[in-house]
C-alpha cells in the first residue's frame, strides 16, 4: 500500500538519484571524456541537419513527413529502449540504501524514483541537443508553435522509451530471479537475444544500402508517430491524427506501464531468489568432476579447451571464458561503442548511396576481429583484479599467461569472424577473388588483434572497477586502451578492405594524403620563417606518379602491406604483454 503523497516523494528519489548520478559523471573523468567525444560527435551530426534544414527552408511548405521517416524513429526508439532495459537489469535494479528507503517508503515510491531518475538522465543528454533543433526549426520554418511542438514531442519520445525499457528490464531481472532455467541459463539467452536484436536493427540499417529490408515497415509503429508532433505547426505536413496519438497516449501508456514496472519490483524485490540448481538438478555441475574431469573445465562446458602450451596456459584460458561467463556486462562495455559506431557507418553509407550489400561483409569483417582481441585480452592485468600478486607469483609466467589469454580468441573468434565472412560474401556476391581476399582479410586481422589486443591492455591497464549493480562490480578495458587498439585494428583493416574493393579510391586517397600532409607541413615552415621551395617542388613531383600507380598493384600492397603490419604488431604485442607480465611489479 502506497503512503499518502507518494508520488511527491517519488520526485525526491528520483531527483536525488539523479544529482548522484551528475556527481558521479563529474568526478570519473573517463566517463566524462566519453561522454564529451559522443556529444561532440552529435553536435556535429546536428549542426548538419541544421545547415541542411536552414538551407531548403524555403521548399519545406511541400514536404510531407512520410513513413521511411517515421520508421526512422521507431527504430532508433527500438535501440534506445534497448539500452535502457540493458542498464535496467544492470544498473538500476535495486535502489542504493534499499533497506533503508523499503522500510521508509512504499515498493510503488522506489520504483517511480528509479523511473523519474532514469528519465531525468537520459533528458540532460539530450538538453542541448534539443535546444539547439528547436532554435533551428523555428528560425527555418518560422512557426512560433514549435518552440513548443519540438521539446514535447522529444519528451514524449524519451519518457516512453524509459518506461517501456524499465518495464522490460526488471521484468528479465524478476525472470532470472524465479526461474531456474533462466537463472542456469541467462548468459546463453542473454547474448541470443541481444545477437537477435541487433541483428533485426542492422538488417534494417542495411535497408539503406541494398538489403531488401523496407524501413518504412516500421512506421507503423507508435513511437514514429512523434515525427508528427515535431512538425505540428509549421509548414512541414504530418498527420494530426497521429500527432494527437502521441499526445493523448504517452501519459496514458506511461501510467499504465508504470504500474506494471511497480508490480515487478515489488515482487523482485521481496522475492528470494533462486539458484541455477534449485530444480533438482544439483548435481549438473558435480558429475563431470566425478567423471575425471575437474571443476574449472565443467565451468567452461560445452566449450573444451586444448592442452595447447601446457596445463597452466590452458587454465588461464579457462578462466577467462569463466569471467566472460559469469560476468557477461563486461562485454556491453565494447559491444555498445562498436555498435553505435557501425550503425553510424551504416547510415552514413546508405545516404551518401554509394555503397550497397557488399558492405556487410566488410562490416562483419572488421567488427569480429576487432570482437577476436577484444573480448578477452584488452585488460589483461586488471581483469586479474585482487587475484593479481598471486599470479604474478606463480609459476605460470609471461609467455604462458598471454598464450592462455590468447586462446579463446583463436578458438572461438578466429573461426566465427572467418567462417560469418564466409557466409556474408556469398550472400553478397562478391567475385571469387574478392570473395578471397575478404575471407583472408577476416582471417589475418583476427589473429593479429588477438595478439595485439594483450599488448595494448598490459601497457594501458585498468584496476578501478565499475558499479553494474548492488554489489557487483566489473572492470572494463581502459578507454586509452580501446582507443589505441581500435585506430589499430580498424585503420589497418579499412586500408585492406579499400584497397581490395576499391583500388581506384585508395590511390585517389593516398594522392590526395601526398600531396595534403607534406602541404601542411611546409605551410608550418613557411610561417617560421625556413625555406621550403625545394621541399615544395619535391612535393608537386610526388602526387602525379602515385595517381599514375597501376589498379592491380594498389590492390596488391594496399591488401597485403597493411595485414602483414598488424600481423607483426599482433606478433609483438605478444611479446611484449608477456615480457610487461614477467617485469611487473606491485607497489
Excluded at 512520410?66 to 527504430?75: Q, S
Excluded at 539458484?275 to 558429475?287: K, L, N, R
Aim: proline residues 6%.
Amino acid at each position: 500500500m502506497a503512503e499518502t503523497g507518494w508520488s511527491r516523494h517519488a520526485l525526491r528519489v528520483g531527483f536525488v538519484e539523479w544529482r548522484r548520478s551528475v556527481r558521479a559523471t563529474r568526478t570519473d573523468a573517463a566517463r566524462l571524456a566519453l561522454y564529451g567525444v559522443g556529444a561532440l560527435f552529435g553536435l556535429l551530426a546536428l549542426s548538419l541537419g541544421v545547415y541542411l534544414l536552414v538551407a531548403v527552408a524555403g521548399d519545406l511548405s511541400g514536404v510531407r513527413v512520410g513513413d521511411g521517416v517515421r520508421g526512422n524513429l521507431a527504430l532508433f526508439w527500438l535501440f534506445l529502449t534497448f539500452i535502457v532495459g540493458q542498464r535496467a537489469i544492470s544498473l538500476y535494479d535495486r535502489v542504493d540504501a534499499e533497506a533503508l528507503v523499503l522500510t521508509t517508503v512504499s515498493a510503488r515510491t522506489a520504483a517511480v524514483g528509479l523511473v523519474v531518475a532514469e528519465t531525468l538522465r537520459a533528458l540532460t543528454v539530450v538538453a542541448v541537443p534539443v535546444l539547439v533543433l528547436t532554435g533551428a526549426f523555428v528560425y527555418a520554418t518560422g512557426a512560433l508553435l514549435a518552440a513548443v511542438a519540438v521539446p514535447f514531442a522529444v519528451g514524449c519520445f524519451v519518457v516512453t522509451a524509459v518506461v517501456v525499457g524499465v518495464t522490460l528490464g526488471w521484468t528479465a531481472a524478476l525472470l532470472v530471479a524465479t526461474v531456474p532455467f533462466v537463472a542456469r541459463h541467462k548468459t546463453a539467452l542473454g547474448s541470443i537475444l541481444v545477437l537477435a536484436f541487433f541483428g533485426g536493427y542492422m538488417a534494417f540499417q542495411l535497408g539503406s544500402v541494398g538489403v531488401p529490408v523496407d524501413m518504412a515497415l516500421l512506421g507503423v509503429l507508435p513511437p514514429g508517430w512523434v515525427a508528427d508532433l515535431l512538425v505540428a505547426g509549421s509548414p512541414v505536413g504530418g498527420s494530426t491524427l497521429r500527432a494527437a496519438a502521441v499526445a493523448v497516449g504517452t501519459p496514458l501508456a506511461a501510467g499504465a506501464l508504470g504500474s506494471v514496472a511497480t508490480r515487478v519490483t515489488t515482487a523482485y524485490w521481496y522475492t528470494d531468489p533462486v539458484y541455477p540448481t534449485d530444480d533438482g538438478e544439483s548435481d549438473e555441475v558435480a558429475a563431470p568432476v566425478a567423471d575425471g574431469r575437474d571443476a574449472l573445465a565443467a565451468a567452461v562446458a560445452p566449450l573444451s579447451v586444448p592442452a595447447f602450451g601446457g596445463q597452466p596456459t590452458r587454465r588461464v584460458a579457462q578462466l577467462a571464458l569463466v569471467r566472460t561467463r559469469r560476468q557477461p556486462a563486461r562485454l556491453s562495455f565494447l559491444l555498445a561503442p562498436l555498435l553505435i559506431v557501425g550503425s553510424t557507418l551504416l547510415s552514413y553509407a546508405g545516404a551518401s548511396g554509394g555503397v550497397g550489400l557488399d558492405l556487410a561483409p566488410v562490416v562483419l569483417a572488421l567488427a569480429l576481429a576487432w570482437l577476436s582481441g577484444a573480448a578477452f585480452g584488452l585488460n589483461p592485468l586488471g581483469d586479474e583484479a585482487p587475484l593479481l600478486p598471486a599470479t604474478l607469483l606463480s609459476t605460470v609466467g609471461g609467455r604462458r599467461f598471454v598464450r592462455g589469454l590468447c586462446l579463446p580468441g583463436l578458438l572461438v573468434g578466429v573461426p566465427l569472424a572467418t567462417l560469418v565472412t564466409a557466409v556474408g560474401v556469398v550472400a553478397a556476391g562478391h567475385a571469387p577473388l574478392d570473395a578471397a581476399g575478404l575471407v583472408g582479410l577476416a582471417l589475418v586481422l583476427s589473429l593479429g588483434a588477438v595478439g595485439l589486443a594483450p599488448g595494448v591492455g598490459t601497457r594501458f591497464p585498468r584496476f578501478d572497477a565499475v558499479t553494474v549493480g548492488r554489489s557487483r562490480e566489473v572492470i572494463p578495458p581502459a578507454l586509452s586502451a580501446v582507443a589505441v587498439y581500435s585506430l589499430g585494428v580498424g585503420l589497418a583493416g579499412a586500408v585492406a578492405a579499400v584497397s581490395l574493393l576499391a583500388p581506384d579510391v585508395a590511390r585517389a586517397l593516398c594522392a590526395a594524403l601526398v600531396s595534403w600532409l607534406p602541404a601542411l607541413v611546409l605551410s608550418v615552415l613557411a610561417e617560421q620563417g625556413l625555406p621550403t621551395a625545394g621541399l615544395a617542388r619535391t612535393v608537386a613531383a610526388a602526387a602525379p606518379p602515385i595517381r599514375s600507380v597501376p589498379l592491380p598493384a594498389v590492390r596488391a600492397v594496399g591488401y597485403a602491406g597493411p595485414l602483414a603490419l598488424v600481423a607483426l604488431a599482433g606478433y609483438r604485442g605478444y611479446r611484449r604483454a608477456a615480457r610487461r607480465f614477467d617485469d611487473c611489479q606491485l607497489d
